[in-house]
T-cell receptor
């Protein structure tokens, strides 16, 4: 049973436009969420996090939105740049555990 | 130093070999992790060490044996692996749990690509 789902395996966006990556989860105990970016042959790189007491967190071009009632989070990248082309994973954790569950990833391609 | 360093980057081993993967961090993180990632799949947690003690073992077969000699080092000893164990093995570290709502993020190493022949 996949507790964290990224239903879009791939996404293409023009440079300068907004990229929106989506993530759904099923476990209501999850209260901390992370987004990671992964380039080929490298480990995942932390991008941005959000806890369940917030519904939005912003860091430069990256904004994460959390809708707890819908069990849905999204990552917005504005403006998108070619260097953003990578696989993006969301991950979720429940308080008091060290355990993060990763989604299956979305491959973002930003076209110049 | 804000990195997690994993060695070797690539490893090919036979099914009767014994080898070890190494992971090192000098960020003062007190939690360290081993993940396994197969192609086109998300990382899957194997082990968690908290303050050098094993706190989570995700029912990993005994042919994988973790070791945390000190707060900066994490090893994964491999013995009698199977070809299906071929994968990217990722080490990660994070600050120990506190009461802060903020940053629980991990820092990942680049991984060891393991091929079992």
């Amino acid at each position: 049973d996949q507790q964290v789902k990224q239903n879009s395996p791939s996404l293409s966006v023009q440079e300068g436009r907004i990229s929106i990556l989506n993530c759904d989860y099923t476990n209501s105990m999850f209260d901390y969420f992370l987004w990671y970016k992964k380039y080929p042959a490298e480990g995942p790189t932390f991008l941005i996090s959000i806890s369940s007491i917030k519904d939005k967190n912003e860091d430069g071009r990256f904004t994460v939105f959390l809708n707890k009632s819908a069990k849905h989070l999204s990552l917005h990248i504005v403006p998108s740049q070619p260097g953003d082309s990578a696989v993006y994973f969301c991950a979720a954790s429940a308080s008091g555990t060290y355990k993060y569950i990763f989604g299956t990833g979305t491959r973002l391609k930003v076209l110049a | 130093d804000t990195e997690v360093t994993q060695t070797p980057k690539h490893l090919v081993m036979g099914m009767t070999n014994k080898k070890s993967l190494k992971c090192e961090q000098h960020m003062g993180h007190r939690a360290m992790y081993w993940y396994k990632q197969k192609a086109k799949k998300p990382p899957e947690l194997m082990f968690v060490y908290s303050y050098e003690k094993l706190s989570i073992n995700e029912s990993v077969p005994s042919r994988f044996s973790p070791e945390c000699p000190n707060s900066s080092l994490l090893n994964l000893h491999l013995h009698a692996l199977q070809p299906e164990d071929s994968a990217l093995y990722l080490c990660a570290s994070s600050q120990a749990h506190g009461t802060s709502e903020e940053y629980y993020g991990y820092t990942f190493g680049s991984g060891t690509r393991l091929t079992v022949v």
